[in-house]
């Protein structure tokens, strides 16, 4: 019989190849394993957060620029409460948000700082019925700079000084409800818009907020402003109109027949009646109705 001589060396390092090898092999199903759990994992997130926002409820609402503060306010705590439904606000005077409504711009709620605006669409049969109410009302006020540099008192003294020629005031262009308020002011004075704006003693805002900018940067007098935006700048507040002067500032709110989501817009407006809300326009300064 031959003996068979065995290189032990030789055996040991061949092992140490093989099991090598099977390691880097199962290092390699394992990590391509989890890199395929991860991507699937990552996928199904991203599947789920896609599925949450299809079914998403965007809503589109106009309101008077006085609300800026309150509404974004108003929007943050209901979306928080509703996470399915999605606000995006749009803010100018009543006056533009309706022709832009008329123009068919997408509107689910619109909420005008004056009847005025509201009736033109309740006329022209645009909204939902059943939906309007009388959401809040506010004041209209005079308002200084800091200071109060040119010393105005009260609307019956800005009366007597726009006559004699001797100060600025701002207020709204005609086509928003600040403005026909402050021409319902004139008139009550028995005072001529037309002989003032060309005597040069009147500026013009396209919305209250240009003029309560105009007002806080003393770019102006004075100017006619809601009480609410008063507070809101930190502006001085000389005189409140009576509603002999100008009549009652009521916001009307109602949704738009033409709304792709009328369910889901009436909800909002209903929330828009709670206590919850209503806490946060009185805080600035609006009566909730």
Not at 49 to 64: K, N
Not at 218 to 247: N, R
Request: one cysteine or more.
């Amino acid at each position: 019989m031959k003996n068979v001589s065995f290189d032990w060396k030789s055996g040991l390092l061949t092992g140490i190849l093989v099991f090598g090898a099977v390691l880097l092999a199962s290092c390699g199903s394992a990590g391509k394993s989890g890199s395929s759990a991860a991507s699937a994992e990552a996928e199904t997130e991203e599947s789920a957060a896609e599925s949450t926002a299809a079914v998403q409820t965007e809503l589109y609402v106009f309101a008077a620029a006085s609300m800026t503060e309150t509404m974004d306010q108003i929007i943050q705590l209901y979306e928080a409460k509703h996470p399915d439904t999605h606000l995006v606000a749009t803010y100018d005077s009543s006056g533009t948000l309706l022709k832009q409504i008329q123009e068919g711009a997408e509107c689910d709620l619109f909420v005008s700082a004056a009847q005025k605006q509201m009736n033109a669409l309740e006329e022209a049969g645009s909204l939902l019925e059943g939906s309007r109410v009388d959401l809040l009302e506010n004041k209209v006020t005079l308002a200084v700079p800091e200071g109060n540099p040119s010393a105005v008192e009260s609307f019956d003294a800005l009366a007597e000084r726009l006559k004699a020629g001797d100060i600025l005031l701002g207020m709204g262009n005609s086509d928003v409800p600040v403005g026909q308020y402050t021409q319902k002011i004139f008139a009550y004075y028995g005072l001529d818009e037309e002989a003032l704006a060309s005597s040069g003693v009147l500026t013009y805002g396209s919305n209250v907020k240009e003029v309560t900018t105009q007002v806080k940067e003393a770019a102006v007098d004075c100017g006619v402003i809601y009480a609410t935006d008063a507070h809101s700048a930190g502006l001085t507040v000389v005189d409140s109109a009576t509603k002999e002067m100008c009549g009652q500032v009521i916001y009307p709110a109602a949704v738009l027949k033409e709304s792709a989501h009328a369910e889901a817009a009436q909800e909002f407006l209903a929330f828009l009646k709670t206590h919850e809300a209503a806490e946060i326009f009185e805080g600035v300064g609006f009566t909730a109705l």
